[in-house]
């Protein structure tokens, strides 16, 4: 033996036996693509595992391997398997560690490989450390689907991009985006499908600020219903919820050529009253309106606007056009600046 030279120990004879062993069944048998961690990065994770089709596919399925090799991770037995005796150091790293982790023990004679997931709900303390048991059962070289199982399946998320993206280019190139609440909605008080829609729009700037200004808001199901909306209880008691939902809506509601939604909105948010039945010169019934409650909707909407322009950082003049369009497209006249 030289003094004067490194030794390359018994334990890091073993461990690397143990990475061997390991990656011989997950790339020749499983067909996986096995990348080693190297030792100055090793935290507790010795290898990471890709998965990989027969036509050589790599789905994006991944999951993490701490390997272990030696007879000694086996003289700790009960019934059902080994005992695995962890250290506290690794314990949080493991359990935070963004992919399944498998713990496996080789056994260097017969080379065979027992395993188990990591997870705190099935460990317990071992004096100022923690145990957990690997079962008997799992021989590494036969639990290829079983593995499979463990991780969140493969899926096509390109189909899914192209959908999001034909349907952010339609909502581009439209100057209105009708959007519908059913009938169903307005009776079961169901807001689900306007939130994910208004979270939608808001997702980056740039899709936020193409839809300001787009939206138009209509009730689907009343045509035979020779009630107007706001005299309709159930939208009545619906509008409420919907306004609270969107507290941004000034931002984002149509309020262009023949706009109808907002100013639907506003009648069943006020105490409407109907003066007759018979159209006017311009069409439309005479209607006298308490307008408290619509000065509530424009009190506690205008906030969010507001909110909306300083995250787009537009100039002031953007959001008085908005506010502007918004108050008329009610049948008010806004106040001179």
């Given amino acids: 033996m030289s003094p004067n030279l490194p030794k390359y120990s018994r334990a890091a004879r073993q461990g690397d036996l143990g990475v061997d062993i390991v990656s011989r069944v997950i790339t020749n048998k499983f067909g996986w693509l096995f990348r080693r961690i190297h030792q100055e990065h090793d935290f507790g994770i010795d290898a990471q595992v890709d998965i990989v089709l027969e036509d050589g596919s790599v789905t994006g399925q991944v999951f993490a391997l701490q390997i272990k090799c030696g007879r000694s991770f086996f003289e700790d037995r009960n019934h059902w398997g080994f005992i695995y005796h962890g250290s506290r150091k690794h314990f949080n790293y493991l359990d935070t560690f963004p992919m399944p982790v498998l713990i496996v023990l080789c056994e260097p004679e017969t080379q065979e490989c027992y395993w188990e997931v990591f997870d705190p709900a099935i460990t317990s303390a ?24 463990l991780l969140p399946p493969k899926s096509d998320a390109i189909n899914r991009a192209d959908f999001h993206w034909a349907m952010n280019d339609a909502i581009e190139d439209h100057d209105c985006v009708l959007y519908v609440v059913s009938r169903q909605e307005v009776d079961s008080l169901d807001i689900s499908n306007v939130l994910v829609f208004f979270d939608r729009i808001r997702l980056t700037r740039e899709l936020a600020m193409h839809c300001q200004g787009k939206i138009e808001i209509s009730f689907h199901g009343y045509d035979e219903d020779p009630r107007e909306l706001f005299e309709i209880p159930e939208i009545r008691s619906y509008v ?30 006020a105490d409407v009253e109907v003066k007759s039945r ?20 424009l009190e506690s909407h205008f906030p969010g606007l507001n909110r909306m322009t300083n995250w787009l950082k537009m100039p002031i003049e953007e959001n008085r056009r908005i506010s502007n369009a918004v108050i008329e497209s009610m049948g008010f006249n806004p106040e001179p600046d």
């Fill in 240 to 269: 409420p919820r919907f306004i609270e939902a969107v507290q941004d809506l000034f931002f984002f509601v149509y309020t262009g050529e023949r706009a109808q939604g907002l100013r639907n909105i506003m009648l069943c948010l």
């Fill in 126 to 149: 071992s004096g100022n450390n923690w145990k957990m048991t690997i079962p008997r059962d799992n021989v590494l070289a036969g639990s290829r689907e079983t593995i499979l199982n």
């Fill in 278 to 297: 018979i159209p006017g010169e311009n069409g439309q019934i005479p209607i006298e309106i308490n307008t408290d409650k619509v000065a509530q909707f």
